[in-house]
């Protein structure tokens, strides 16, 4: 048994001694060569006398070897990371040399992240397994990794150093990137300083990163590749400002397009293209005229004090359309155009790409009325207009559409002569008439007091609708001022004609009392006559006054057509009868007097009493 013992520790020493060997000769320069070869030493030496204490070794022989041994032989039992040699790959698997009995074996699935791994690479690992049921000693780099990322991570972030990483898969709100075989986040946020569309372009990509924050709690590790970026772009981004001047022209990347504006990336340094300087010609939004991550040159119109803002032109850069605007067009001619901008007072014409014209509402329509620009024509709409000003020194014209058709008042004293009736469109009214389109372009008015013969209108609306149709006849014609007087009573006969002998003074009518008013009441006779009443000439015969609805006779004791007014009276009746029996009264006195003279004392008192009845009749 301990001849066995003796045996088993001979063997391991040859091995260790032949490693030891094979490593002095790599290590030790060429010139130099062992005092004594170790085989021969292990051959002659007798461990029975060295255990015994018969065979004695100098202290220097054996500090040597054991230091060789130390120095080259691994301890496959230590669970510590080494480092070894790959010096074989198959397609499957990197054999790993690590000075120990046998070589091991590790999977290249653990090599993923460094898919130039190649035979003479030096790799960290940590035994596994020291002996499998083969008898092979079984490595993992993973694991070996694993122990080591920690450290390096947290050096790397306490030292602010690069990084690589294997981005291995996209995630929700960002990616998974291996940073020394630790799983770390990469947000959407860090990968670039610009908005990124498509996340799958960088899976399967070894990339540099920084890395920003780790949670030891959690083990969580946050790194980002966009702080490499924006570190570099800074530096650009300073050399660039300290070179900006109002007036150059750079080359910049669209970086993002708003509903305002364009934001030009300068390389590091952001300028904004508001929507006016994008182009000369009017849009409605700036990617008509540019679209993301486009090149394109641009010019600097102005910045802050620190440069922070910097406002650029891009329409700068070409010549303004009004200096290329031919000499041919001049007032007076006629232009075509696109409406591209319609407002309450106009619409503006694009005549040519940057030139625009402003054509006025007033210059739409022969038509005098207000109305909008909206109701002629709508943004799109081609039209055709006449050039009435120019100024190409303020880049300002003026068209009109109406003059491309006569003027309707040229020849408005054969169309509408005084005296002739037709028929107009209400279009609008005041307080004081009605304004009525005879055609387009042409309007009159008619005045309140010429809409009806009868009715006392206190406002047009009360007779008429704005859109109604209205026969008319032209009362005056003013062709300098522009003016038509009209009328609408003139087209029917008047009424008042006929009225005269119908309610002439004296004729007698019955009707309903209508309305009580302070100083009297009033009686409708028919649609168009409505009569007043007087207090006093509302006493009937009995003494009392005629109510409300009271139907009754009355007399006409005034009629004036002009002013179209018609009193009558109730008490006029009765009262006349009684100045007929006075009357009566008196001649048969005289008749009396002939047959029978009476006294004094007789006439004067008939008389008295006649005077007192009258008197109390006039009161009432």
Sequence with gaps: MAEDKKKAKAAEAVEATEAATETLQEVAPKEETPKQDPQEFLNNFDWDKYEEGIERVEDSKLEEFEKLVAENFVDT????????????????????????????????NEFRYNPDLKVGDTVEVLIDIREDKTGQLVLSH????????????????????????????????????????????????????????????????????????????????????????????????????????????????????????????????????????????????????????????????????????????????????????????????????????????????????????????????????????????????????????????????????????????????????????????????????????????????????????????????????????????????DVEGRKLSLGHKQTTENPWDKYADEFAEGTLHKAAVTDIVDKGATVVFNDDITGFIPSRHMEKEDGKKITKGEEIEFKIIEFNKDFKRVVASHTALFREQEERNVKAAKKKMAKSADEVAPTLGDANSALQALKDKMEADSKK
């Excluded at 790959?86 to 290249?108: F, P, Q, Y």
């Excluded at 399967?204 to 890395?211: P, Q």
Aim: net charge negative; aromatic share 6%; with cysteine.
């Design 77 to 108: 039992a230590d669970a510590e990371v080494v480092e070894g040699k790959v010096v074989h790959m198959t397609d499957r698997e990197a054999i790993i040399d690590i000075n120990a009995k046998s070589e091991g074996v590790i999977s290249l």
């Design 142 to 477: 993973r694991k070996a990794r694993t122990i080591m990322a920690w450290d390096r991570v947290n050096a790397a972030h306490d030292k602010e150093e690069i990084v690589q990483g294997f981005v291995k898969c996209r995630t929700k709100g960002g990616m998974i990137v291996d940073v020394f075989g630790i799983e770390a986040f990469l947000p959407g946020s860090q990968i670039d300083v610009k908005p990124i569309r498509d996340y799958d372009q960088y899976v399967s990509k070894t990339m540099e990163f920084k890395v920003v924050k780790i949670n030891h709690e959690f083990k969580n590790v946050v790194v980002s590749h966009k702080a490499l970026i924006e570190a570099d772009i800074e530096e650009q981004k300073k050399e660039i400002i300290g070179q900006l001047e109002k007036g150059q022209v750079l080359e910049g990347i669209v970086k993002n397009v708003t509903s305002y504006g364009v934001f030009i990336d300068l390389g590091g340094v952001d300028g904004l293209i508001h929507i006016t300087d994008l182009s000369w010609s009017r849009i409605n939004h700036p990617n008509e005229v540019v679209e993301l991550d486009q090149k394109l040159n641009v010019v600097i119109l102005d910045f802050d004090d620190n440069k922070s803002r910097i406002q650029l032109g891009l329409k700068q850069l070409e010549k303004h359309p009004w200096d290329a605007l031919g000499d041919e067009i001049k007032v007076g001619d006629k232009v075509k155009g696109k409406v591209v901008v319609i407002a309450d007072y106009g619409a503006f014409i694009e005549v040519a790409e940057g030139v625009e014209g402003l054509i006025h509402v007033s210059e739409m329509s022969w038509s005098t009325h207000l109305r909008s620009a909206q109701d002629f024509v709508k943004v799109g709409d081609e039209v055709e207009a006449v050039v009435l000003t120019l100024d190409r020194e303020d880049r300002k014209m003026s068209l009109g559409i109406k003059q491309m058709t006569p003027d309707p008042w040229t020849d408005i004293t054969t169309k509408y002569p005084v005296g002739s009736k037709h028929k107009g469109i209400v279009r609008n009214f005041t307080n004081f008439g009605v304004f009525v389109e005879m055609e387009e372009g042409i309007d009159g008015l008619i005045y309140i007091s010429d809409l009806s013969w009868t009715k006392k209108i206190k406002h047009p609306s009360e007779f008429v609708n704005v859109g109604d149709t209205l026969e008319v006849e032209v009362l005056e014609l």
